[in-house]
């Protein structure tokens, strides 16, 4: 393999002599050898970072117009995909993320080389320091790409799923509002419900847990950037912040600002763990969703059996014919991780672990984290609307079986005879494999009609008081 030498503040080292980046991203790639990549996501937010600094820096005359607009046009072709095999660095680097940094600024200041005929390593036009990462730092370069990161995939892909799968679920109630089954409390039978009110219920969770995740989204707005160093803002230009952030918030279409204590932003990372739990309480939503979707679609003969999810795939390689819920475990798989994913995120928040003093040192695997989280979401939500609730039947003639056979319709009697005798009815039911209803009846506690009434399956799933209502 051919090499060329390049020149850093330790020395000399060899790079391939056909890659983009330079001396830090060489030893960076021998020192972490972890397989896991940064995400594309984060590093395509950087070079949009750096892209609005070199257009800001070009107005506020910090750099020669041609530099800046070169060092833009090769930061907007990263941030647009290209030239990802010249970002080999792993997540687990320095906790800063300035292995990450660099990697970018010297791929950008080669770019550049390239574009005006210079040798790469040459740093001219663009020094990967000097000019690429002008008012900035690693320190809160890296920390404000996380977070627009994660913006920019909330808006754009979580949230249009939560969405749909929303939307979905109140189809499903829409179409079902007159199926009466029974619920479940501690997986027993209990009173009566109808099936609008069993997909409404889920439909209103998933929009609990989109609300929180707008309130975290909103904290994330708020860029470290400007802080340089350790959030006192020095060796960079009094106007570069506010500019840079109001060229990224115009381009990306987000209300992006400046964060009000940029040493508290650069210590520690709140607003990550924020939104980190907000995707948390979001895998909470999809997992009850998903885990009652194959409780009741148990079986086809020995279960629960109220709804038939779609069938997408063979179940087994021994039983013939066996479909299981296979979009659902799936779904519960990734809210799995999710929550796993949370619990690195708030340890990497932590006093004494992440954010020690001036800087929190886990920014990577913070964002590697955040950013999977939300592609773990988007994609599990939208199987789930797509592959599951837009096409489950609710077995009518199950439910309205289940319903007349339930013991707790006895609830309805206990206004009117009494807890304890409905409780003798109920037990008398069991025991001899009969409806509440016929015992009622047959014991003579009420007439045939009043009983009708009271028994109405429908009626019991309003507000009501039995007879006196």
Known sequence: ?????????????????????????????ANFPFASPMPWPVIAAMARIKAAAARVNGRLGLLPSEVAASIARAADEIAG??????????????????????????????????????????????????????????????????????????????????????????????ANADVVTVARTH??????????QVFDAWAAQIDGARAA?????????????????????????????????????????????????????????DAVVQASAALRGIAIALSKVANDLRWLASGPRAGLGEVRLPAVQPGSSIMPGKVNPVICEAAIQACIQVVGNDAAIALAGLGGLGSLLQLNVAMPVMARNLVEQIDLMTVAAR????????GLVVDRARCADLVAKDLALCTALAAVIGY???????????????????????????????????LDPRRMTEPGLGGGD
């Open 1 to 29: 393999m051919r090499t060329r030498p390049e020149h850093d503040a330790l020395g000399v080292i060899e790079v391939p002599a056909e890659r983009l980046y330079g001396a830090g991203t060489a030893r960076a790639a």
């Open 81 to 174: 995909g290209a030239l990802r095999d010249e970002f080999p660095l792993s997540v687990f680097q320095t906790g800063s993320g300035t292995s990450s940094n660099m990697n970018l600024n010297e791929v950008i200041a080669n770019r550049c080389a390239q574009a005006a005929g210079q040798p790469l390593g040459g740093k001219r036009p663009a020094h990967p320091n000097d000019h690429v990462n002008l008012c900035q730092s690693s320190n809160d370069v890296f920390p404000s790409a996380t977070q627009i990161a994660a913006l920019i995939a909330i808006r754009d892909d979580l949230d249009p799923a939560l969405l749909a799968l929303a939307a979905a679920l109140r189809r499903q109630a829409a």
């Open 187 to 196: 997986l027993q039978d209990a009173t009566p419900i109808r099936y609008d």
């Open 213 to 269: 995740l707008d309130d975290a989204a909103r904290a994330l707005c708020d860029l470290p950037l400007g802080g340089t160093a350790v959030g006192t803002g020095t060796a960079r230009h009094p106007a570069f912040a506010p500019l840079v952030i109001a060229d990224l918030g115009d381009a990306l279409a987000l209300p992006l600002r400046e964060a009000r204590d940029h040493v508290a932003a650069q210590g520690a990372r």
């Open 383 to 390: 199987i789930l609307a797509e592959k599951a609730v837009d």
């Open 420 to 454: 304890d005798r409905a409780s003798e009815l109920s037990k008398l039911a069991l025991a001899e494999d009969r409806t509440i209803r016929d015992v009622a009846l047959a014991a003579g506690v009420l007439p045939a009609e009043e009983l009708d009434r009271l």
